[in-house]
């Protein structure tokens, strides 16, 4: 079982920058996917990014791609999302989450253990 708490939300200006983290308990957390989904108001959950379990392999939405990098520390059991060049658009609830296997999915339905998730807000 994997338990996972996100941090680094907030409230940051259009064009700025944050970094979340999530921190996973569990002993599989450094053989497994991760990935970062967010869901606005009123809108489903979607996919954000995912990184396999050595970090050799990610994948991004188009709508992040180019201003977000996702990584991993497995030593510290945590990964990261570094979002950059910040637009309105991406204010959400971000989440981070457990793969079913070493290699990541854009799919939520292959995500087992799922974060409290961390509200970002970007003003214009």
């Known amino acids: 079982q994997v338990q996972l708490v996100e941090s680094g939300g907030g409230l940051v200006q259009a064009g700025g920058s944050l970094r979340l983290s999530c921190a996973a308990s569990?002993?599989?957390?450094?053989?497994?996917?991760m990935g970062w989904f967010r869901q606005a108001p009123g809108k489903e959950r979607e996919f954000v990014a995912y990184?396999?379990?050595?970090?050799?392999?990610?994948n991004y939405a188009d709508s992040v791609k180019g201003r977000f990098t996702i990584s991993r520390d497995n030593a510290k059991n945590t990964v990261y999302l570094q979002m950059g060049s910040l637009k309105p658009e991406d204010t959400a609830v971000y989440y981070c989450?457990?793969?079913?296997?070493?290699?990541?999915?854009?799919?939520?339905?292959?995500?087992?253990?799922w974060g409290q998730g961390t509200q970002v807000t970007v003003s214009s």
């Open positions: 989450a457990a793969g079913r296997s070493e290699w990541g999915s854009s799919d939520s339905g292959n995500y087992d253990y």
């Open positions: 569990g002993r599989t957390f450094s053989r497994i996917a």
């Open positions: 990184i396999s379990w050595r970090g050799a392999i990610t």
